[in-house]
């Protein structure tokens, strides 16, 4: 049950990542919400692997789980080391933005 959960949860806040994504407007901005959506992804490719495993217990599906629990550490990975890098820099370009917006008006 919490496998599933994690199924649907991850993969909603993926699809409400990518759009968030695709709404906003700087180029850091949009890095950092593609690093949450890789992380969340990867908790996806992870839950996936091990449910894949206990469910057939098969040689093959420890295969194939091993390599989706592979690929969702390596998502999860690299997107925490993308949004640690774009989180500071990310909320400088948002705060120049809403400088940049005030002073127009």
Do not use: D, H
Not at 9 to 33: D, I, M, N, T
């Amino acid at each position: 049950m919490l496998l599933i959960l994690l199924f649907v949860v991850s993969l909603v806040l993926y699809v409400y990542f990518k759009v968030v994504q695709a709404r906003v407007k700087g180029p850091l901005e949009k890095g950092w919400y593609s690093a949450k959506g890789s992380i969340a992804i990867g908790i996806f490719f992870i839950a996936f692997g091990i449910n894949a495993y206990l469910t057939l217990g098969t040689t093959i599906a420890a295969f194939v789980a091993l390599l989706f629990v592979a690929f969702g550490l390596a998502n999860v990975y690299f997107g925490w080391k993308q949004y640690r890098k774009l989180l500071p820099l990310a909320r400088k370009e948002v705060e120049e933005q809403k400088r940049s917006e005030s002073s127009e008006s």
